[in-house]
């Protein structure tokens, strides 16, 4: 069972700007990096953003993260009908040696 | 390309055991660190195990610690899961993944191979 907690659900309409977040505690967020992944339907999760608020190539700068204390959060501008998705946060716990994935944020694009 | 392909994946009954394999090819598997995720039907995913570079240093998810056991063969470019004691809660797509940087973070994802646990 997940630590991270994340909102079940967000929304908005084309180009406005969302933002996720994501709960932990100081054994996971607290002190460890924190990942976010986009799931699109029927495929397997990608990695979005690492360490916080580094994307990999490719993906645009429309997604950024950010951390401060025991939380984290993805914020989505210029929102497009293909963002929406499943988004996941990852952290490491240093309390359970294992990552845990947040409960997950399922992004509507009215 | 990374190509990660796995395999082994089937039904087994409560208490019984299976064998998940992973292909790995177009990166130098020995510098990266491994790991196996799994999903749920209509779940989110869980980080199951993972294994370092070398295969010296593995960690495993609370559900599953005592149960099942990664491995790693560099010189083949496979990586393994053994999955013993299994549970109708196992049942789930199990995705082999390739660490990002230096870490065991789900970077590459393979296409997932289906474990179904059931009497």
């Known amino acids: 069972q997940s630590v991270l907690t994340q909102p079940p659900s967000a929304s908005g309409t084309p180009g406005q700007s969302v933002t996720l977040t994501c709960s932990g505690s100081?054994?996971?967020?607290?002190?460890?990096?924190v990942y976010w992944f986009q799931q699109l339907p029927g495929t397997a999760p990608k990695l979005l953003i690492f360490k916080n608020d580094q994307r990999p190539s490719g993906v645009p700068d429309r997604f950024s993260g950010s951390k401060s204390g025991t939380s984290a959060s993805l914020a989505i501008s210029g929102l497009r009908s293909e963002d929406e998705a499943h988004y996941y946060c990852?952290?490491?716990?240093?309390?359970?040696?294992?990552?845990?994935f947040g409960t997950g944020t399922e992004v509507t694009v009215l | 390309d990374v190509q990660l392909l796995e395999s082994g994946g089937g039904s087994a009954q409560p208490g019984g055991s299976l064998r998940l394999s992973c292909a790995a090819s177009g990166f130098f598997l020995r510098r990266y660190a491994m790991s196996w995720v799994r999903q749920a039907p209509g779940k989110g995913p869980e980080w199951v195990a993972g294994i370092s570079g070398d295969g010296g240093s593995t960690d495993y998810g609370g559900s599953v610690k005592g149960r099942f056991v990664i491995n790693r063969d560099n010189s083949k470019s496979t990586l393994s899961l053994q999955m013993n004691s299994l549970r109708v809660e196992d049942t789930a797509v199990y995705y082999c993944?390739?660490?990002?940087?230096?870490?065991?973070?789900?970077?590459?994802w393979g296409q997932g191979t289906w474990v179904i646990v059931s009497s």
């Open positions: 993944t390739k660490g990002h940087e230096t870490s065991a973070v789900p970077e590459s």
């Open positions: 100081s054994s996971n967020i607290g002190t460890n990096f």
């Open positions: 990852l952290a490491w716990d240093d309390r359970l040696s294992e990552y845990l």
